[in-house]
C-alpha cells in the first residue's frame, strides 16, 4: 500500500492558510476518488482506496505541523508501509507560490512538519511534493507569515498547484517516483 500524507494543521482556524496547502491537495484527491477522510487512527483522518488493483491511503495527520511525524510512523508501522511507499505535500517558503517541486530526498530546510516526519521515521530518504508559498513580506515573522491566509488573487495559481500536485500523485500510483519528478518539475 502506497501512503500519500498532506500536512497540515487540524481546525477551521487553518483553513486555506499557507501551512495547510498540504491538506488542500488531500482534499482534491479524497474528492476525486470520492473517498471522505472518514476513518481515524493514530491520531491522523484517512481513507483507504482501492483503484485499478492499487491500493493506497490518503491521510492528515491531526497532531498539528510540527509533530507530524507522530501520526506518519505510526501509521505506516501499523500498515506495514515501506519509507519507498510514503509520499509527503507540504508548503515550502523558498518556492514562489504556486510553484511545486518534487523531489526524493532531502533535508527539512527548516521546516517543523518535515523535520518531524524525519526524526520518526528515520531518514531524509522519501518522496515529497513542496508547494511554493514564498516568503514573509514587510517584516512579517516566519510563523505568522504561514498561519496567513493567502491572498485573494493567489488563489487561481494555487488552485492549478493542487490539481497538479494532485495529478502528481496519481501518476506515482502508476509509474516510479523519479519519471513523475522529471514529468512534473
Known sequence: MKLIVGLGNPGSQFDKTKHNIGFEVIDELSERYGAPLNQSKFNGLFSIIHKNGQKFMLLKPLTYMNLSGECIRPI????????????????????????????????????????STIAHIGTQSFNRIRIGIGRPE????????????????????????????????????????????????
Request: proline residues 5%; negative net charge.
Open 76 to 115: 505506516m508501522d501499523y500498515y506495514n508501509i515501506d519509507v519507498e511507499d510514503l509520499l509527503v505535500i507540504y508548503d515550502d517558503l523558498d518556492l514562489p507560490v504556486g510553484k511545486i517541486r518534487l523531489r526524493q530526498k532531502g533535508s527539512a530546510g527548516g521546516h517543523n512538519g518535515i523535520k
Open 138 to 185: 514587510n517584516g512579517m515573522s516566519v510563523p505568522d507569515y504561514v498561519l496567513s491566509k493567502f491572498k485573494k488573487d493567489e488563489w487561481p495559481t494555487l488552485e492549478i498547484a493542487i490539481k497538479h500536485s494532485a495529478d502528481a500523485c496519481e501518476q506515482w500510483l502508476e509509474k516510479p517516483f523519479l519519471e513523475v519528478m522529471n514529468q512534473f518539475n
